[in-house]
Structure formats: C-alpha cells, structure tokens
Nanobody, 123 residues
Framework: VQLQASGGGLVQTGGSLRLSCTAS????????MGWFRQAPGKEREFVSA????????YHADSVKGRFTISKDNTKQTVYLQMNSLKPEDTADYYC?????????????????WGQGTLVTVSS
C-alpha cells in the first residue's frame, strides 16, 4: 500500500491550503485515514482523521473550526482543507492509513504512512 500526499506550500497567515492523500497499491483493511504533522524539533502530532464511512471525523483542539477533513471513496483520497492558517501550523504533514483497531488519535493505530508534505505559514 502506498500513500501519496500533496498540496503543501508557502502561505501567509490567514491563508488556506488543501492537502490531498491518495491510497493505492492493493487492498487493505482500514477504518479510515488520518493526518499528522511534525514541526522541527517536535514530536509528530495528530491533526485530523476521518472514517471511511464518513460518519466520524476527528480534529485536534488546535485546528478545530479551521481545518476540515473529507474523503472521496471512489478515488481512495482524503482531503484536508486548512483555513485561517497560523505560523504555528508550519510543519511537515503526513497522511496515514488507520488499522481496524486503536484510537484515531494515536500514531500507533496507523499502519501505513505517506511521505510528508511541507506547509509553511509566514507571519
């Protein structure tokens, strides 16, 4: 299974970006997909996640009200719409495929990871 993330870039404070992540490479057993981010010198942290059914979405407190996660099952693609971006949102963003067990909020529940896509928010 391969995850291809894209959509990162440089944006000013208050701007928007949309990240995409597409899963490919065969069948897989999964509850959903999530996004994590890692800033320089910091731990990788949970951002948002969505179940494949679409009934459940999850967001870190730091992004609630600003980020929206959505999906297109026909394309096995998940999107992260990021609005009102702040300098503290600057990080490498990683998408990951969640296993059929564990919490959406923890890294250990995710079995496949994409490469990072860099988001830089200038002040």
């Amino acid at each position: 299974v391969q995850l291809q993330a894209s959509g990162g870039g440089l944006v000013q404070t208050g701007g928007s970006l949309r990240l995409s992540c597409t899963a490919s490479g065969g069948s897989f057993s999964s509850d959903g997909m999530g996004w994590f981010r890692q800033a320089p010198g910091k731990e990788r942290e949970f951002v948002s996640a969505i179940s494949w059914s679409g009934r459940n979405t999850y967001h870190a407190d730091s992004v609630k009200g600003r980020f929206t996660i959505s999906k297109d099952n026909t394309k096995q693609t998940v999107y992260l719409q990021m609005n009102s971006l702040k300098p503290e949102d600057t990080a490498d963003y990683y998408c990951a495929l969640k296993a059929n067990w564990g919490s959406y909020f923890t890294k250990r529940s995710y079995t496949y990871w994409g490469q990072g896509t860099l988001v830089t928010v200038s002040s």
